[in-house]
């Protein structure tokens, strides 16, 4: 039996070699929203964040791994290459509260909602 490369068409991969998108949740809560980004395998020295202009861009690469001499792949599934995910940002983001974690591979991103933005109640008297 000869193996045979598969390119199924899943969500956030490319089949174009070397190019790759990490996959992405946002979540809208009362005062926030959180994006959670999947970097397996990075540090945080291997992406960057910057906002320019209302746009917030995560950017990085993940190089593949060299083999041994004599070694051969016989199948390379992790996506390696350099990436770029944008998102326009609305209005209400306060950008001074602003927080990114990193861990377990998993980057995520808080971004607090402006104080006039948020829910509020109003006392009918």
């Given at each position: 039996?000869?193996?045979?490369?598969?390119?199924?068409?899943k969500a956030g991969y490319s089949?174009?070699?070397?190019?790759?998108?990490?996959?992405?949740?946002?979540?809208?809560?009362?005062?926030?929203?959180?994006?959670?980004?999947?970097?397996?395998?990075?540090?945080?020295?291997?992406?960057?964040?910057?906002?320019?202009?209302?746009?917030?861009?995560?950017?990085?690469?993940?190089?593949?791994?060299?083999?041994?001499?004599?070694?051969?792949?016989?199948?390379?599934?992790?996506?390696?290459?350099?990436?770029?995910?944008?998102?326009?940002?609305?209005?209400?983001?306060?950008?001074?509260?602003?927080?990114?974690?990193?861990?377990?591979?998993?980057?995520?991103?808080?971004?607090?909602?402006?104080?006039?933005?948020?829910?509020?109640?109003?006392?009918?008297?």
């Open positions: 039996m000869t193996l045979v490369r598969y390119y199924p068409r089949r174009v070699a070397d190019e790759w998108r990490p996959a992405v949740d946002v979540v809208e809560h009362e005062n926030d929203y959180v994006l959670s980004i999947d970097l397996p395998g990075f540090e945080k020295s291997d992406f960057n964040l910057k906002v320019d202009d209302g746009v917030l861009t995560l950017s990085g690469e993940r190089k593949r791994e060299e083999t041994g001499d004599g070694d051969l792949y016989r199948s390379y599934e992790r996506p390696h290459g350099q990436f770029t995910r944008s998102f326009r940002l609305p209005d209400n983001i306060d950008h001074e509260k602003t927080d990114a974690v990193y861990r377990n591979g998993v980057l995520e991103l808080k971004l607090a909602k402006k104080e006039e933005a948020k829910p509020r109640t109003i006392k009918v008297s």
